[in-house]
């Protein structure tokens, strides 16, 4: 099945120097409508003020 999930990204710090949604680049608490499949896996990546640290998080979309 297939579906769709709004995803609205924030960071403990609003200093971060950027976020990307499996690669593409979003605003601070944006909102960001993505289509999703059973066992997709999405990516979130946060880069602080440095441009060098990053952190990164994966979520795998499980559709119940």
């Known amino acids: 099945a297939n579906g769709s999930i709004t995803l609205i990204p924030t960071s403990m710090s609003t200093k971060a120097a950027s976020i990307a949604i499996d690669g593409k680049v979003v ?14 896996v999405i990516e ?5 003020p440095d441009q060098t640290t990053s952190s990164t998080y994966k979520f795998k979309v499980a559709m119940i």
């Open 27 to 40: 605003g601070y608490r944006s909102s960001n409508k993505l289509a999703v499949r059973d066992g997709q």
């Open 44 to 48: 979130i990546k946060v880069v602080a």
